[in-house]
């Protein structure tokens, strides 16, 4: 049981180039999430999906699209890097309520924009 | 404005006592708060949560109160071991389908 996967887990970008971070989990879960977290910050949510298909803003979600056009999968883009998105990403899984077994994170992706 | 504040320097505890993380929020009304932990380089990880209706939860060595009133959680680590060291993290509801997280506290236990 893999739990969620993210890939990559280390990236250097320059800025102005793109990239798509992926997310996969196999738990069947609903609801998806992106967050990034930088020190002294904690984990501030870019955007979520409650289920496929379906996808919302969160409270940092300029400069990042997303898509969920499978269950399992959650997408997020940088379409123009920007050194201020350096950071490291995590995406969650959760069901629908968020209350059972809380949300289950991934290892997540290390991104560097210089 | 919406708040939610762990104590955000590092706590060290000599092992086998026990160790005392405080969250507190100011603003929300949350139908339950969760506690997570994180090493480093790695995910947080779900360890409890707690409903507003519930004063206490208890698992193994773990134990979380839950003050509405006081708007307040703390998170209880008894018979601490150096294998508790770690970044704790508190995430309260808030609103449908979200959570918000702290910055979280590191926590240090020395043989």
């Known amino acids: 049981n893999a739990g969620v996967t993210q890939t990559p887990k280390f990236r250097v970008l320059k800025t102005g180039q793109s990239m798509t971070l992926l997310c996969a989990q196999d738990m069947n879960h609903e609801y998806m999430y992106w967050y990034r977290q930088d020190p002294g910050m904690g984990l501030r949510l870019i955007h979520y999906s409650v289920g496929e298909g379906t996808t919302a803003k969160g409270e940092v979600p300029d400069g990042y699209n997303v898509s969920r056009l499978k269950k399992q999968n959650f997408l997020l883009g940088l379409e123009s890097a920007a050194p201020s998105q350096t950071s490291v990403y995590f995406c969650?899984?959760?069901?629908?309520?968020?209350?059972?077994?809380?949300?289950?994170f991934g290892s997540g992706t290390r991104l560097t924009v210089v | 404005s919406q708040k939610i504040e762990q104590n955000s320097e590092a706590l060290n505890i000599q092992e086998g006592k026990t160790a005392t993380l405080t969250c507190n929020y100011t603003n929300y009304s949350p139908a339950y708060l969760q506690w997570y932990r994180q090493d480093p380089g790695r995910g947080p990880v779900f360890l409890l949560l707690i409903r507003e209706n519930e004063k206490e939860k208890r698992k193994e060595r773990l134990k979380v109160t839950f003050d509405t009133t006081l708007k307040q959680s703390l998170f209880h680590i008894t018979a601490s071991q150096p294998a508790d060291s770690a970044t704790y993290l508190c995430?309260?509801?808030?609103?449908?389908?979200?959570?918000?997280f702290g910055s979280g506290t590191r926590l240090s236990i020395r043989p």
């Open positions: 969650a899984s959760s069901d629908s309520t968020g209350t059972i077994s809380g949300y289950t």
């Open positions: 995430a309260l509801e808030s609103s449908a389908s979200k959570i918000i």
